[in-house]
T-cell receptor, first 109, second 115 residues
């Protein structure tokens, strides 16, 4: 079956760095998305990786290893507004997104 | 301008009632989706339409019926509402389907509470 695993919850300190991991098992693979979802709001697009390596976008970076079925989202210089859930989603051979349950990130002052 | 909009934002209703949720996107996308997000925060795909044609129909009770009058609109009608239907329903859209991986853009969600 198809499956996405990510930690349920993580806690980090304002100003620090946090890495949120995601492992995936899909029938075929056509890329991996990270979305941010604040409480009571819609998911919003953060990043998309289809090739191995690190993609940097400001304070956020996303990494992909296709051979390991693994990705991570790296958040630097954490701010209180980064408190949210982070959803990992992999596109399968039919380009359908398989979603993880999300990682709730709590930022403490 | 709101890219993907849904109405209503909140919906509180009694068991057994019939209700509809409307979705519109002004992005010029060809594909639209309905997702259900339950209390455990899993996003579950329910339906997907490409150019008004149904392309994904997951295992969803037939009390749920989507309708796409044109490619900018995808409405969801729910008959005989049950307690387990309480969730947040998200509409989303993407440029294309089946030829590449496209980013999905989500509406603000409709929080449905069935009493």
């Amino acid at each position: 079956g198809q499956n996405i695993d990510q930690p349920t919850e993580m806690t980090a300190t304002e100003g620090a760095i946090v890495q949120i991991n995601c492992t995936y098992q899909t029938s075929g693979f056509n890329g991996l998305f990270w979305y941010q979802q604040h409480a009571g709001e819609a998911p919003t697009f953060l990043s998309y990786n289809v090739l191995d390596g690190l993609e940097e976008k400001g304070r956020f970076s996303s990494f992909l290893s296709r051979s390991k079925g693994y990705s991570y989202l790296l958040l630097k210089e954490l701010q209180m507004k980064d408190s949210a859930s982070y959803l990992c989603a992999a596109a399968d051979s039919n380009y359908q997104l398989i979603w993880g349950a999300g990682t709730k990130l709590i930022i403490k002052p | 301008d709101t890219a993907v909009s849904q109405t209503p934002k909140y919906l509180v209703t009694q068991m057994g009632n019939d209700k509809s949720i409307k979705c519109e996107q002004n992005l010029g996308h060809d594909t639209m989706y309905w997702y259900k997000q339950d209390s455990k925060k899993f996003l579950k795909i329910m339906f997907s339409y490409n150019n008004k044609e149904l392309i994904i129909n997951e295992t969803v009770p037939n009390r749920f019926s989507p309708k796409s009058p044109d490619k900018a609109h995808l409405n969801l009608h729910i008959n005989s509402l049950e307690l387990g239907d309480s969730a947040v329903y998200f509409c989303a859209s993407s440029q294309d389907w089946g030829e590449r991986t496209d980013t999905q853009y989500f509406g603000p969600g409709t929080r449905l509470t069935v009493l």
